[in-house]
């Protein structure tokens, strides 16, 4: 007996690209076994693999944090069971987009902090550069490990209804969800037994791994010391700080965990001190260092900065690459790529305004119910405009501070996110997704894991799929072809 009624109530978006289906009535290819799996499924089955989902999340401790929810800060991540397939020919695609991406980007940043090339020839703006935010003086002439500034990067894409991926903004900082993605992984494994390998779905799991191995290469040590430094247990990702360093094996401390001395930094054992040499840290820039950035602040280490100038410590991501991910710099992308790499770029940039541009400023004011404002420096779906929605009152109170710094922002048009099947209510409903695969950098080349996290927006209608709005996620397949 085939479940029906799961699909009874499934309705293509118009003008929208569906990830399950090609039309009202035709499955695409990749989803077939999929497919027939929920068809042969029962509503008691199915229900039951998500509360398995739930609890092993619950079990897991796999949590995020709201910073402006009242109600309590710490919340479950909402998973959704059906997964997200892409075919290998898609893959092979955005495995190639991103990677020339990366080249450019680290090319970027090396020039932005030494010989300036692209600024001198007239490619960007020294204004944009000098105003950014995330543009630190003190990396200027300091030389990393096989130039390699961005090791860990998460490159997040839709796919607009023309069915093509595009990138929607880089991640070079601190980029974070790649725990999600592993234990989504997991989840799978349980409650789809035997299904991935019929699929012949490509592993996730190696990824703490290869990242391990990556930051290993950094240091000229036989056997170095590697960390992970976390800003604490109140930071919104610190389940993810925790689990990947049991899962690389290594160390997750804190500032207060480490001292300087003679120029390096040394980690408080009950034996003693310990040399390190290779950092993986998710404090930001601004904290990493009181004696050179935020004074106050007790999440870094003081003179960690001068050890790291003198080559005795590796940083990653290496400080200062925020410049490179800023949403005002992200415009100028594909210049890079052709200025850099002489290519044309294999995954197209959103259509962006800036809004210190007085042609494009009066263009999204006209256009105000058609565009998406963001904040230059913005992240996690806080501090956006999103025209189609906001009133009058909103619209006008935000044009007013952007007003007042209109190089702090930036418009695109509002998209077409593709929608993916998510089970809602004991039935299949399209949802708004996107994608952010994961990319590891290092002196033997950039590997991409297969798949990455899909982000979905679970209210009906939305198009914001961040966990702080209301958003979940869904384990990515991508296919062996």
């Not at 998460?154 to 790649?178: A, K, M």
């Amino acid at each position: 007996m085939t479940n029906d009624a799961l699909f009874s109530s499934y309705s293509l978006l118009p003008d929208t690209w569906d990830e399950m289906y090609s039309s009202e009535t035709s499955i695409r290819q990749q989803y077939d076994l999929i497919n027939s799996f929920l068809k042969n499924t029962s509503p008691e089955a199915l229900y039951k693999k998500e509360e398995l989902s739930k609890q092993l999340f619950m079990s897991q401790g796999v949590t995020f944090t709201v910073y402006n929810d009242s109600q309590g800060i710490e919340k479950i991540f909402p998973f959704d069971v059906i997964p997200r397939i892409i075919t290998s020919k898609e893959w092979d695609k955005i495995d190639r987009g991103i990677k020339q991406r990366l080249k450019a980007l680290n090319l970027f940043i090396k020039d932005i902090y030494h010989d300036q090339f692209i600024l001198k020839d007239g490619i960007i703006s020294s204004d944009l550069i000098y105003s950014c935010p995330n543009y630190l003086r003190e990396m200027v002439g300091v030389n990393v490990p096989y130039d390699v500034y961005v090791h860990i990067a998460g490159v997040d894409l839709i796919r607009n209804s023309d069915g093509e991926f595009y990138v929607l903004e880089d991640n070079l900082r601190t980029p974070s969800g790649v725990s999600y993605m592993l234990e989504n992984r997991e989840i799978s494994k349980r409650i789809f037994p035997g299904v991935l390998p019929k699929n012949g779905i490509r592993a996730v799991s190696n990824y703490p791994n290869v990242l391990y191995k990556k930051l290993s290469e950094l240091s000229n040590q036989n056997n170095p010391n590697v960390v992970l430094l976390t800003p604490g247990i109140y930071n919104s990702a610190y389940y993810e700080h925790s689990t990947l360093a049991r899962l690389m094996g290594i160390e997750l401390v804190e500032g207060s965990d480490l001292v300087i001395k003679d120029h390096f930094v040394y980690m408080k054992t009950t034996n003693g001190l310990k040399r390190v040499d290779v950092i993986y840290r998710r404090v930001d820039d601004a904290f990493l260092d009181p004696l050179e950035f935020n004074a106050a602040s007790t999440l870094g280490v003081a003179g960690i900065m001068a050890a790291y100038r003198k080559g005795n410590v590796n940083i990653v991501n290496a400080p200062g690459t925020g410049v490179a991910d800023d949403k005002a710099t992200y415009v100028h992308v594909p210049d890079m790529i052709k200025y850099y790499l002489n290519e044309e770029p294999i995954l197209k940039n959103i259509e962006t305004y800036q809004m210190a541009k007085p042609e494009d400023h009066d263009y999204v004011v006209k256009n105000i119910t058609k565009m998406v404002l963001k904040k230059t420096d913005g992240s996690g779906g806080y501090g956006m405009l999103m025209g189609h929605e906001a009133s009058e009152k909103e619209i006008e109170d935000y044009l007013a501070t952007v007003s007042e710094n209109p190089s702090n922002f930036i418009a695109q048009p509002i998209l077409k996110l593709s929608t993916a099947p998510c089970c809602i209510d004991g039935m299949l409903s399209p949802r708004c997704v996107d994608l952010r695969p994961f990319a590891l950098s290092g002196r033997d080349g950039i590997d991409i894991t297969p798949g990455g996290l899909t982000r979905v927006a679970l209210k009906k209608g939305s198009l914001v799929v961040n966990s702080s709005q209301g958003g979940g996620s869904k384990d990515t397949w991508v296919i062996q072809q």
